[in-house]
Every structure is written in structure tokens, then in C-alpha cells.
């Protein structure tokens, strides 16, 4: 299944079911770190974790990158170890924060969640995926998944300082 | 008693309680105590065999359970527990 037919098929879900929450706002911070992760991670994918706090819009403060614990190419892949899945939780309780989500770059491809972020994804979490093309930030889009785990929406991102 | 975390993902099935403690002297003991009192809880994280989905790492401290005695690893007072979700992806 390609990216056109897995958003169609997404969009076509979507028009059943009532979204929970549709936005989720990045700091400046937060968008700086993510991005300056993609830069020096291209060709590779990275990732991190997303904090912040959540009242009628989710907002995200904090941006933590990872290693990228996958195994072989990482150029399309990427994993978190469970260690630092188990401190980021840690992190959040220590400081008072909520882990909201998880960024992940897409080197030479769409913003667009795929099969393989499907298979893994937990509800409740943003998905924030940022598209890096020749090493430059061209896209940032964000996903959450339906509490019956069949497909994502899109969340509206709204981004201060993004060109 | 020990105290076992929850994963961001599933508080809404602990009244969005971060921790639940319990008085399981196993890790069987203590995910079956926290899976009977928030029932929703369960399907996430056990089987239809009521075995922890593979999808699902538990650790003792900082110990992968199955790195110790798996489900049958014995846990004290001052034991932390974490459910742990896989998180993967990619293009």
C-alpha cells in the first residue's frame, strides 16, 4: 500500500468517526529541536519524544531526541529503545509534564504516517512526522490514532517561525 | 508495596493515574491486580492466553523481565514496574 492509498483510505475513515482532538500547537523551542535533529540525522531517520502540557488544545513545549535504536538501515526505520521509552515516562513524572507524543523524520518522503507507523502506534499519542528532503525540513505534519487503532487522522499543527 | 507505571498512552483506563500500587509479589501478581481494577487495561496489555503481548515490554527497574525469571520475576516494596509500549515506524 503507498502513502496516496493508505491518506485515502485514512480520509475515508475519518468521514466515520468523531475526533477526540484535532490540534496540537509546537513551540518555536520545540520545532528548533526537532528540526536541527532531522538536519544532522539526514539520510537517516531520527526521533524523540514530545512533552508538554494538554487543556483544550495540546500543546507541545519540549522536544527530546533519541537514538535511533533500529538495527541495519536507518534511512526508512527508525525504533526507541524500551530503557528510554521507560525515562521519558520517568522524565514526565520528575517534572511534572505529560509525554504527548513522538517525532519521527521521513528522509526523501512525505510527512505522511505510513503502514510501518501504523503497525506500532499507540492511541493517544501525536505522531509528529517531519519530511526531509536533500537535507532541508520541507514538511511537519502530525498524526493520532483512533482508539480502535485502524488508521490515523490528521491533527491541525499549528507552528510558530516555520519557512 | 510496589509500584507499577503507566504508559501515557493507557491512564485513560487508570483515571489518568500515572502509578497503581499493588501487592502482587510477582510480576504476574501485580499486572493481574492492575489489570482487575481497571478492566480496561487488560486487552492492552495480555493475550487471549493471558500471556503479555509481544508488543509489550515490562521492566523491573531497569531489567527487562525477560532478561530475569519473565512473568514469574518476584518484586519487593521498593520495586518499580514499567509497562512499556514498542515504538517504531518509519517512511
Not at chain 1, 514530545?50 to 522536544?63: C, N
Request: proline content about 4%; glycine content about 4%.
Amino acid at each position: 500500500m503507498n502513502n496516496t492509498q493508505e491518506s485515502a483510505n485514512a480520509r475515508e475513515y475519518k468521514n466515520t468517526r468523531t475526533r477526540a482532538h484535532d490540534k496540537i500547537k509546537i513551540l518555536p523551542q520545540a520545532l528548533e529541536v526537532m528540526q536541527k535533529d532531522g538536519i544532522e540525522s539526514f539520510p537517516n531517520e531520527c526521533c524523540g519524544f514530545l512533552y508538554g502540557s494538554e487543556t483544550d488544545v495540546r500543546q507541545i513545549e519540549l522536544a527530546v531526541p533519541v537514538v535511533n535504536s533500529k538495527e541495519g538501515d536507518q534511512r526508512r526505520r527508525f525504533e526507541i529503545s524500551p530503557l528510554a521509552y521507560m525515562k521519558a515516562e520517568r522524565f514526565a513524572i520528575e517534572n511534572n509534564t505529560t509525554l504527548l507524543g513522538v517525532y519521527h523524520t521521513h528522509p526523501q518522503h512525505p510527512a505522511i504516517a505510513s503502514e510501518h507507523d501504523l503497525a506500532k502506534a499507540m492511541p493517544y499519542f501525536s505522531y509528529v512526522i517531519l519530511s526531509v528532503i536533500d537535507a532541508k525540513v520541507d514538511d511537519v505534519k502530525s498524526w493520532r490514532l483512533y482508539d480502535d487503532k485502524r488508521a490515523f487522522y490528521e491533527e491541525t499543527v499549528e507552528l510558530e517561525n516555520f519557512s | 508495596m510496589a509500584q507499577i507505571i503507566i504508559p501515557t498512552p493507557l491512564r485513560k483506563f487508570t483515571n489518568n493515574e500515572s502509578t497503581f500500587t499493588t501487592k502482587g509479589a510477582t510480576v504476574k501478581e501485580a499486572i493481574a491486580d492492575l489489570t482487575t481494577t481497571h478492566n480496561g487495561l487488560a486487552k492492552h496489555i495480555l493475550d487471549d492466553q493471558n500471556n503479555i503481548r509481544t508488543f509489550i515490554r515490562i521492566y523491573v527497574g531497569d531489567d527487562d523481565i525477560n532478561t530475569l525469571e519473565k512473568d514469574a520475576t518476584a518484586i519487593s516494596d521498593s520495586t518499580v514496574v514499567s509497562i512499556i509500549p514498542a515504538i517504531a515506524g518509519g517512511c
